[in-house]
């Protein structure tokens, strides 16, 4: 497994901007993703990329507002947010694992084995 710690949420305005990054420490995986997960509400992909294609892939309500990249050399995951919406607000954990086949939509969580520990956003009006 790979341990993951993701940092950089907090508060922002509507409209504003925030990044959160994760840093993996170990490899043995081809996917990374993130998630978030309101309150009383099931865990949700939000953007994943394929660590060997770059290839990415977004939940319809953000894209075009985040962006998810990779620093293969700090092996670290970024999401890169903007456009913030209220709705926005939530815990947002990374994840990493081997996903077989190039997917065209987001891996499920249940695919991961290996997730960070979280970080809050919270969006304001």
């Known amino acids: 497994q790979v341990e993951l710690v993701e940092s950089g949420g907090g508060s922002a305005q509507a409209g504003g901007s925030l990044r959160l990054a994760c840093a993996a420490s170990?490899?043995?995986?081809?996917?990374m993703a993130w998630f978030r997960q309101p309150p009383g509400k099931e865990r949700e992909g939000v953007a994943a990329?394929?660590?060997?294609?770059?290839?990415?892939l977004y939940a319809d309500s953000v894209k075009g507002r985040f962006t998810i990249s990779r620093d293969n050399a700090k092996n670290t995951l970024y999401l890169q947010m903007s456009s913030l919406k209220v709705e926005d607000t939530s815990m947002y954990f990374c994840?990493?694992?081997?996903?077989?086949?190039?997917?065209?939509?987001?891996?499920?969580?249940?695919?991961?084995?290996?997730w960070g520990q979280g970080t809050q956003v919270t969006v304001s009006s």
């Open positions: 994840a990493a694992d081997v996903i077989l086949g190039q997917r065209v939509s987001l891996p499920r969580p249940d695919e991961f084995r290996s």
């Open positions: 170990g490899y043995g995986y081809n996917y």
């Open positions: 990329i394929n660590s060997v294609t770059s290839k990415t």
